[in-house]
């Protein structure tokens, strides 16, 4: 970390958010299946041996769990970028059927369980309105997620592919250096977006 970097707040409980999440989480829960069968889809196919090479999203339902987020703590990197950075939980009992689009085969995942430490930058911070130039989200390290699958005893090594598809779309869409990006302004005056939404990151450590 540089030495301007500050611990500015660490809240243990994020109660209000979680409460404002659950009544969103059915909005969400439609746009993220539409990301599932846009992005999972594809890589399924891909990664997926023959007979699966069709395989498709016949029931796709997350079930009544929601994500739990918390604690955070908001960091300031420098004069122009804090940072937020929180505990992201989920567990589910979950409805997904795939099927292999040919020859009546088909498995399904019956829970699903994610935790992360979720990153969302804020950056540029700005002397006039919006104050906030965007918001740049990411995980600094590849969340885990566990599946549990029924039917698939009689397919050897599927599981293991599948949840490498699954892994690798997380990685692709948000693990450092791949971020999703939101802008809060497009005056080029007063932000020069291609600057602000490379997160370099501070340092990486392998072991």
Same mark, same amino acid.
Request: aromatic share 8%; with cysteine; charged share 20%.
């Given at each position: ?56 999203? =016949?029931?796709?339902?997350? /079930? *009544?769990?929601?994500?739990? %987020?918390?604690?955070?703590? #908001?960091?300031?990197?420098?004069? +122009? ?77 599927? =599981?293991?592919?599948?949840? /490498? *598809?699954?892994?690798?779309? %997380?990685?692709?869409?948000? #693990?450092?250096?791949?971020?999703? +990006? ?26």
């Amino acid at each position: 970390a540089s030495s301007g970097d500050g611990l500015l707040a660490d809240i243990s409980s994020l109660s209000w958010v979680n409460m404002l999440l659950a009544s969103l989480w059915p909005k969400a829960h439609a746009a993220l299946a539409d990301f599932v069968h846009a992005e999972l889809t594809p890589r399924l196919q891909e990664a997926l041996p023959m007979p699966f090479k069709q395989v498709h999203f =016949a029931r796709f339902s997350l /079930g *009544a769990g929601r994500p739990e %987020l918390g604690p955070v703590e #908001v960091m300031r990197h420098s004069d +122009s970028h804090l940072q937020v950075e929180l505990d992201v939980r989920y567990f589910s009992d979950v409805d997904v059927l795939l099927d292999a689009g040919a020859g009546g085969l088909s498995f399904g995942i019956r829970s699903l369980a994610l935790a992360g430490r979720l990153c969302l930058a804020l950056k540029p911070l700005l002397s006039q309105w919006p104050l906030v130039g965007g918001v740049h989200a990411f995980f600094a390290s590849q969340p885990r997620v566990e599946l549990k699958y029924k039917g698939l005893g009689e397919f050897p090594g599927l =599981a293991q592919k599948v949840q /490498g *598809a699954v892994d690798e779309m %997380l990685k692709s869409a948000m #693990v450092l250096p791949n971020l999703k +990006s939101f802008s809060f302004t497009r005056d080029e005056q007063i932000l020069d977006w291609t600057e602000a939404s490379a997160q370099a990151p501070l340092g990486v450590l392998r072991v």
